[in-house]
């Protein structure tokens, strides 16, 4: 009935899907729990919202515990090689950002528990969208595995924003989806145009390189600038940011850190990578786009008077300093963003969660006089919080400062090397808005400080409970990463 010869085919073709898999056993943990989720829901249906919130964590952070550890051992061995046709390359970069970003998913579910936050089952699919969509990011080496995985991240994000049914949810999610399926569209575009320059859909192949390198530069750039459209929307690079605002405003506090962090940090690894690789310059480019991110991240923040809408901008600005990093040299590229990539993630963490905690769902133009008297009634939630903030704007005693400082030494030595007065003006406005973000991130401890509450409410002495522990974790594992930071690169390997 079948030819000898198509019968070969498949099974040549089934060793090549299957080649490397013991590679990737992580992400093959988290697609499979992605799915095992989504049918075991099918029993759950029904159930008190306790129980079905508990058998989802439960199937969930199994799934992370067990990625996790397969993760962390891939990279103490140092495992690297090519999966399934080349589609992606497991190497040292990988494997440390796909272990920090499973540690950061287990510990934002952690937190979740700690709030006794739901979990739904559109919940659980967002979350694990975006975290297999991340993973798989960092690993692509061809432009077909890495535009579904950018997909996967989108059609999480997707998910997580369209929960919110109200008319605010619908002002948030509709503006995303519609730049969302623009900027896929623009990608493809892009990709298409690079295959008919190079002749290959491999990130990393000489024909691309080669391809690139002899095009008529006209070509090259716009083939170029249309990929980095996909990629810059991810990021919240301007002038690809509109979006980032209203959706961060409108979710919980969980979802609004989680697309805050997770795809920033993969997409920061794909660029060192691309960056590196493409023949063509590129250091005036980036220095541009992110002298502009840094500044409208930074200066709209400054005229914000919703917690929210303060730290959505904040998050525009930490995404065009995190991915400077494209403008090192690739090894010190990869140390300064996984670092700062931790750091920024507990940060965010640790932020999120009590401006969630103390504005809720509500949405209002001017909230800071809800800060007022938090002090008195959550005295140590208070001070984890201000120690969060200082991460944030990347001061002593938290370890962000030293992870600034080496951005800046970083941008420093490029600039000698390399004498671009874009680099220098790169350099010199992220210092000054890191000196602006002072007046911005210091407004709510203003409040919880220095301001009293509300005339005739009781305050009630803060019992230490649960959250409290959370908190403190955050907020000591950011003040030990000044301390002793050597910890953190002994652990990753790098």
Not at 231 to 242: D, E, R, T
Request: net charge positive; glycine share 8%.
């Amino acid at each position: 009935m079948f030819s000898t010869e198509f019968l070969s085919s498949i099974s040549s073709k089934m060793t090549g899907t299957t080649q490397g898999f013991s590679l990737v056993l992580p992400e093959l943990v988290v697609a499979g729990c992605l799915l095992i989720s989504i049918f075991a829901d099918l029993f759950i249906h029904g159930k008190p919202a306790k129980v079905a919130n508990s058998w989802r964590y439960f199937m969930a952070q199994l799934g992370l515990f067990l990625a996790m550890g397969l993760s962390f051992q891939r990279m103490s061995q140092g495992l690297a090689g090519f999966v399934s046709f080349q589609l992606f390359q497991v190497n040292i970069g990988s494997n440390t950002t796909n272990t920090l970003i499973i540690a950061l998913g287990v510990l934002l579910l952690g937190l979740n528990q700690l709030h006794r936050k739901d979990f739904s089952l559109e919940e659980n699919i967002g979350f694990s969208s975006i975290l297999l969509g991340s993973l798989l990011t960092s690993m692509s080496s061809h432009f077909l595995s890495l535009f579904l995985s950018l997909e996967l991240i989108s059609m999480g994000t997707y998910v997580l924003v369209g929960m919110r049914k109200d008319s605010t949810g619908a002002r948030a999610a509709l503006p995303y989806v519609l730049f969302g399926l623009g900027t896929s569209a623009i990608l493809l575009y892009g990709i298409s145009l690079i295959y008919g320059l190079s002749g290959t859909m491999y990130l990393f192949s000489a024909d691309l390189s080669r391809g690139l390198s002899t095009a008529d530069p006209i070509f090259a750039y716009t083939a170029l600038g249309l990929l980095a459209v996909g990629i810059l929307f991810k990021m919240a690079w301007v002038p690809f940011h509109p979006w980032s605002p209203d959706v961060l405003e409108s979710l919980p506090a969980s979802w609004m850190s989680w697309i805050s962090v997770a795809p920033k940090i993969a997409v920061s690894i794909l660029g060192i990578k691309l960056v590196h690789y493409v023949p063509l310059s590129m250091d005036s480019t980036i220095s541009f786009l992110a002298i502009a991110t840094l500044l409208v991240g930074n200066l709209a923040a400054m005229g914000q008077k919703n917690s929210k809408r303060l730290l959505a901008y904040s998050s525009i600005a930490h995404g065009g300093f995190m991915a400077m990093v494209w403008l090192f040299p690739a090894d010190q590229a990869l140390k300064a963003l996984l670092f700062y990539g931790f750091l920024y993630g507990i940060s965010t963490f640790l932020v999120f969660y009590q401006v969630d905690e103390v504005i809720g769902d509500s949405i209002q133009s001017d909230d800071m006089g809800a800060w007022a008297g938090y002090s008195q009634r959550q005295p140590l939630r208070s001070v984890t919080l201000l120690v969060g903030l200082i991460a944030m704007i990347g001061l002593p005693p938290a370890g962000t400062f030293l992870a600034k400082v080496t951005y800046f030494s970083q941008l420093w030595e490029k600039y000698q090397n390399s004498l671009k007065t874009s680099v220098l003006a790169l350099l010199i406005v992220s210092l000054l808005v890191t000196l602006v973000s002072v007046f911005y991130y210091l407004r709510i401890p203003y409040q919880i400080y220095l301001k009293k509450g509300a005339d005739g409410i009781a305050i009630q002495e803060a019992k230490f409970n649960a959250k409290d522990c959370g908190y403190v974790l955050l907020a000591i594992l950011l003040i030990a990463a000044l301390i002793r930071p050597n910890l953190f690169f002994e652990l990753i390997k790098v």
